[in-house]
């Protein structure tokens, strides 16, 4: 399912304290990594101005981009087996569509000290959620921090009830199936229709023919979805984005919340 992943990465500690964990994420999947970085030619800090001009600057930061995508990382990911691309634009906009123009299957990308998780939705993580259409994978992560090791034991899927449903199912159960995990699923109810919710939930088991634990939760969704995540025994959530139209796909809500607060990594499909 996964072949291909790109990891977008800035030059910054918490970027390489991430490798470990893209390469562990390559490992289970079986896949190729490829690297790519996304400059802005024209930014400058004034001085850089001094004497010559923009398009002299803009050079310059050309040269140093390409020298330090070769040699980043390269013990970790080898330049022969490893292609770097490099960019020049806005980074969210040029991650999303080097992914989609070279076919890749899976995002992974880090958030820096938790920003992401509490409050800084305007980020490049966040845009990069927004833009992407391939699946995209966060981890914990923090500037001195080596982010939680990506396993495969138990994987849990928080699933609604909606038309989406079924796609985020099936997608969860062959991510599952291919890197040797359980599945667990996790929906909460706020209405106290455990019962109905249940059948409803065990009727789109056998119709994509996953078999999965299922635990139905009551209470304010959010509140009642987050505790079930927090008390779970997994190693990654995966979860669904709000809208797949892409013109109305939205990292916010409950999605938002989930990608903040998971005790473990996340997988947006």
């Avoid at 030059?11 to 790519?36: D, H, N, T």
């Avoid at 982010?147 to 449903?165: F, K, M, N, Y």
């Amino acid at each position: 399912m996964i072949e291909n992943i790109l990891f977008p990465v800035d030059f910054s500690a918490p970027c390489a304290s991430i490798a470990p964990y893209v390469k562990r994420a390559a490992e289970m999947f079986g896949a190729q990594v490829a690297l790519v970085h996304a400059c802005d030619l024209m930014s400058n800090n004034g001085f850089e101005l001094v004497g010559r001009n923009i398009w002299e600057v803009a050079e310059d930061h050309r040269t140093v981009a390409e020298a330090r995508l070769k040699s980043f990382l390269d013990s970790e990911f080898p330049h022969a087996a490893c292609p770097r691309i490099l960019r020049f634009g806005e980074a969210a906009a040029e991650i999303a569509e080097v992914a989609s123009t070279g076919r890749f299957d899976l995002i992974v990308i880090p958030t820096r000290a938790g920003h992401f998780r509490r409050m800084l939705l305007g980020s490049t993580a966040a845009k990069v959620l927004n833009n992407a259409d391939c699946p995209v994978m966060t981890s914990q992560h923090a500037e001195t921090a080596v982010p939680r090791t990506l396993e495969h034991r138990v994987w849990v899927c928080a699933i609604g009830l909606s038309q989406d449903s079924e796609r985020i199912l099936r997608v969860a159960s062959r991510a599952a199936a291919t890197v040797g995990a359980s599945l667990s699923l996790i929906h909460a109810t706020c209405d106290g229709a455990e019962a109905d919710a249940r059948r409803r939930l065990e009727g789109l088991l056998n119709t994509v023919r996953c078999e999965a634990q299922l635990c139905v939760t009551t209470g304010p969704v959010k509140q009642a979805l987050l505790d079930a995540v927090r008390l779970s025994a997994a190693d990654a959530l995966i979860i669904g984005r709000t809208h797949r139209n892409k013109r109305w796909r939205r990292v916010r809500g409950l999605t938002e919340d989930l990608v903040r607060e998971s005790p473990f990594p996340v997988l947006i499909v």
